[in-house]
């Protein structure tokens, strides 16, 4: 693959989660003492529901592009597959870092 289609796609695949802000819209400084509003999730500072809105969005985002570049046929083979990697009543956060972990391993098999 191009190095510049590479670098694309690792940045592509980054979640809110890789974010500054972890996705809840706040960053704080090295040593927490300092805080500023993150200019690209700043309404997930404010709503809960937003920030969920935002992180479903990205699983089914990264979900799309696995049916469409892998051999799974459904989003449902997906969702099972990453269901089974995960303990009971996973966190959304949880949701998000299991698909990506196979995205980045569907990324390493396709080469």
């Not at 974010?19 to 809960?48: D, Q, V, W």
């Amino acid at each position: 693959m191009d190095l510049t289609l590479e670098l694309k796609m690792d940045e592509a695949i980054k979640s809110p989660l890789e974010c500054a802000c972890g996705s809840n819209g706040i960053i704080l400084s090295l040593n927490g003492t300092m805080r500023t509003y993150c200019p690209k999730h700043i309404l997930c500072a404010f709503s809960e529901e937003y920030r969920l809105g935002v992180l479903r969005d990205y699983y089914r985002n990264v979900r799309k592009f696995l049916v469409l570049t892998t051999p799974f046929e459904r989003a449902s083979d997906i969702d099972m597959l990453v269901k089974s990697s995960l303990e009971e009543e996973p966190t959304p956060e949880e949701w998000v870092r299991s698909i990506q972990r196979l995205l980045v391993l569907n990324r390493h098999l396709m080469g």
